[in-house]
């Protein structure tokens, strides 16, 4: 059986987390490559039912961080 | 609640200066959902379905909205709100709007009476009749008659 590719859905906000995941590229860190990620003004832009459509869609996993 | 499991949704704060901190976040994330699988939609169809149109309702849409201003100010009727009354109403209102999108897609997908959407979706009948009712008001189903005794309903 295939390995398992698991599809991680991250809404990412621009002032926090993702600079903090830039910094990670840029400071050359490794980490899985397991997310799709999705800029957001704020974590607060986040509606739930973006959430709801995404495991819809078949994703496996939904990370929201602010 | 609509059984796909809570530890596939993560919340966590991370801040621009903390590449490390992203990192560990990322994996533990991805740990976890390695560790639970593969989420099946297909399976789970009828109960995001529900959530969806929970979510997008109006009911919990305008008391998110209101909650600031009923849990300060209070509410029309001038009746004072703490924050923590306030919540437990908005889950139970949460739960009673799924419960009732939840009979709907059961119906759509087929089951007409109530023994057969309380099979369907794991409610126990008395809810799922009780539900119905609050339905039927709504307009959202339709009684279509009896059939050997028991109540059929349809979709609008």
């Given at each position: 059986m295939a390995e398992f590719d698991p599809k991680i859905v991250a809404f990412l906000c621009n002032w926090c987390a993702y600079a903090g995941a830039d910094l990670a590229g840029v400071s050359r860190f490794q980490y899985p490559a397991d997310l799709r990620t999705v800029r957001v003004?704020?974590?607060?832009?986040?509606?739930?039912l973006f959430i709801t459509r995404a495991f819809k869609q078949g994703c496996d996993g939904v990370l929201v961080a602010g | 609640m609509s059984g796909i499991g809570a530890d596939r949704l993560h919340l966590a704060w991370v801040s621009s200066a903390e590449a490390q901190r992203f990192v560990e976040v990322v994996t533990d994330v991805s740990a976890s959902i390695h560790e639970q699988?593969?989420?099946?939609p297909d399976r789970f169809s009828l109960q995001l379905a529900a959530a969806e149109d929970t979510l997008s309702g109006e009911p919990l849409r305008w008391m998110v909205g209101k909650e600031v201003q009923i849990t300060t100010k209070g509410d029309v009727y001038g009746r004072q709100w703490d924050e923590a009354s306030y919540e437990s109403i908005m889950d139970r209102t949460l739960e009673k709007e799924y419960h009732k999108n939840l009979i709907v897609q059961a119906i759509k997908d087929g089951c007409q009476m109530p023994r057969d959407i309380s099979a369907r979706i794991g409610l126990d009948l008395q809810r799922v009749s009780f539900l119905l009712t609050d339905l039927e008001k709504a307009r959202?189903?339709?009684?279509k008659g009896m059939e050997a005794c028991k109540p059929v309903f349809a979709a609008l």
């Open positions: 003004m704020c974590s607060g832009r986040v509606d739930p | 699988g593969k989420l099946d959202q189903v339709e009684f």
